[in-house]
Antibody, heavy 113, light 107 residues
């Protein structure tokens, strides 16, 4: 069974970097595409970016200057880094497998004012 | 970015109702639309993929359809467990974009 689990701090100070880990079991991240999606208070959802089976990445242009997605294939994990966070980055962050068939449970991240 | 205009934003429903939620794409996205259900405190669950295909384990009362640039999710004979938020997603063109969501509430 494919399982994803996010981990990382729930509170990040303004201007600092948000760093999250997605640990995957039951499927190798060297296959398919693996992404990060966030859900804002008020229900809006935003696709942030993905890392492919080969390690190539694609990012939402709205975030392109601030986002980085990397991976550690030896641990079957991939990572999100979002720099220079503001209160507008407060959201629940999810990792998911291509197509959205499998999601992590989500981690709520707050950037206080 | 492609806009997915989802309607209605909320709907008051009764058990046994037939419910239809629609997303209109701002440009052609072909069959590349998925529908997700989300309940409070839970992660999204894929219900429909490629516009019309029922995801694994999803009850047959759920169905997806397409008419031109309009994509619909229909729930026949609504059950209490179906009361949730629903989002469409297009992934024909990057970046993938979501509809704004539909919240189902019981009357």
């Amino acid at each position: 069974e494919v399982q994803l689990q996010e981990s990382g701090p729930g509170l990040v100070k303004p201007s600092q970097s948000l760093s999250l880990t997605c640990s995957v079991t039951g499927y190798s991240i060297t296959s398919n595409y693996w992404g990060w999606i966030r859900k804002f208070p008020g229900n809006k959802m935003e696709w942030m970016g993905y890392i492919s089976y080969s390690g190539s990445t694609s990012y939402n242009p709205s975030l392109k200057s601030r986002i980085s997605i990397t991976r550690d294939t030896s641990k079957n994990q991939f990572f999100l880094q979002l720099n220079s966070v503001t209160t507008e980055d407060t959201a629940t962050y999810y990792c998911a497998k291509e197509g959205g068939a499998y999601w992590g449970q989500g981690v709520m991240v707050t950037v206080p004012s | 970015d492609i806009q997915m205009t989802q309607s209605p934003s909320s709907m008051s429903v009764s058990l046994g109702d037939t419910v239809t939620i629609t997303c209109r794409a701002s440009q052609d996205v072909g069959i590349y639309v998925n529908w997700f259900q989300q309940k409070p405190g839970k992660s999204p669950r894929r219900m429909i993929y490629r516009a019309t295909n029922l995801a694994d384990g999803v009850p047959s009362r759920f169905s997806g359809s397409r008419s031109g640039s309009d994509y619909s999710l229909t729930i026949s004979s609504l059950e209490s467990e179906d009361v949730a938020d629903y989002h469409c997603l297009q992934y024909d063109e990057y970046p993938p974009t979501f509809g704004a969501g539909t919240k189902l509430e019981l009357k």
